[in-house]
């Protein structure tokens, strides 16, 4: 999965790119994507060998949350949509 083209900031810029390389792999639930699990971040780092600090960890599982939560409110935006007509 490509990241989407939008501006991000220069020093965060590998954090954008770790969150979609995770994305990857992550699961979906059975309503959509599912938030990146520790099991999983911990598992990309032990394949990538990315050493990645506490910090980044909470940023990575916010984006995580945040994307989910943007892609269930699109769901039920489409659904709205979709029962009007």
Same mark, same amino acid.
């Given at each position: 999965?490509?990241?989407?083209?939008?501006?991000? #900031?220069?020093?965060?810029?590998?954090?954008?790119?770790?969150?979609?390389?995770?994305?990857?792999?992550?699961?979906?639930?059975?309503?959509?994507?599912? #938030?990146?699990?520790?099991?999983?971040?911990?598992?990309?780092? &032990?394949?990538?060998?990315?050493?990645?600090?506490?910090?980044?960890?909470?940023?990575? *599982? &916010?984006?995580?949350?945040?994307?989910?939560?943007?892609?269930? *409110?699109?769901?039920?935006?489409?659904?709205?949509?979709? &029962?009007?007509?």
């Amino acid at each position: 999965m490509d990241s989407p083209d939008i501006d991000v #900031p220069e020093n965060g810029h590998f954090l954008w790119d770790w969150f979609w390389e995770l994305r990857e792999t992550a699961a979906a639930g059975f309503s959509g994507p599912a #938030p990146i699990s520790n099991h999983e971040l911990a598992a990309w780092v &032990a394949i990538t060998g990315n050493v990645v600090r506490r910090e980044e960890v909470r940023i990575l *599982k &916010a984006m995580s949350s945040r994307y989910c939560a943007e892609i269930d *409110k699109e769901s039920e935006a489409i659904a709205a949509r979709e &029962a009007e007509h």
